[in-house]
């Protein structure tokens, strides 16, 4: 079935700085790709989502990059803000009747 | 619009007890997910239902029983709980399209229970 690495667990930034989590997957058949935002005590919001018919997307200071080739993908946040603070997740679309399979998640700290 | 609504929002429980997690959303989504999340471990599935009527398992469904008798609602059983279930528990809800994995999830904001 469907694996998704997460990378790194843990990242901390200066404000104003930017910060790229990367996500890696093994079925070469998974097609959607989703990244969530989960802030403390609430549950986890979708911020961006890509599919495999396009490379790049972006909102606002947010993009979401896919290598098909490679297997992986990637969250840029740029000119990040205190409230970027968040854990966050990538995910990937499996074969068949399964849900997304997620990422263990990153928590980002942006230090003011 | 309420959106996925999760109640209770925290429950303390003692080992042996039961209960039940109500998962209700108003989005008329087909597909409904329940999740554990502990620290360092992500998002744990621990069952889902395609429709009205069915569940299946997931990554960690021992321990759990499920029930989905109206479209909107999905029930996660604890009938005897154990201290390795004390976690956040998150359901989730998605629409309709092709497979359960082509389009996003809808989260609720979790149920904390602890179990003594």
């Known amino acids: 079935g469907e694996n998704v690495e997460q990378h790194p667990s843990t990242l901390s930034v200066q404000e104003g700085d930017s910060a790229v989590i990367k996500c890696t997957y093994s079925d070469s058949a998974s097609n959607y790709f989703p990244w969530y935002k989960q802030e403390l005590g609430k549950g986890p919001q979708l911020i961006i989502d890509i599919r495999s018919n396009v490379g790049e997307k972006k909102d606002q200071r947010i993009a979401v990059t896919l290598n098909k080739t490679a297997k992986h993908f990637s969250l840029h946040i740029t000119e990040t803000q205190p409230e970027d603070s968040a854990v966050y997740f990538c995910a990937a679309s499996t074969r068949g009747n399964t849900p997304l399979v997620f990422g263990k998640g990153t928590r980002l700290s942006v230090i003011a | 619009n309420a959106g996925v609504t999760q109640t209770p929002k925290f429950r303390v429980l003692k080992t042996g007890q039961s209960m039940t997690l109500l998962c209700a959303q108003d989005?008329?989504?087909?597909?409904m997910y329940w999740y554990r999340q502990d620290p360092g471990m992500g998002l744990r599935l621990i069952h889902y239902?395609?429709?009205?009527?069915?569940?299946a398992k997931g990554e960690v469904p021992d321990g759990y029983n499920v029930s989905r008798l109206k479209k909107q609602n999905f029930l996660l059983g604890l009938e005897s709980a154990a201290p390795s279930q004390t976690s956040v528990y998150f359901c989730?809800?998605?629409?309709?399209?092709?497979?359960?994995?082509?389009?996003?999830?809808?989260f609720g904001d979790g149920t904390r229970l602890s179990i003594l």
């Open positions: 989005m008329n989504h087909e597909y």
């Open positions: 239902s395609v429709g009205e009527g069915t569940t």
């Open positions: 989730a809800s998605s629409e309709l399209s092709g497979t359960p994995s082509n389009q996003p999830q809808h």
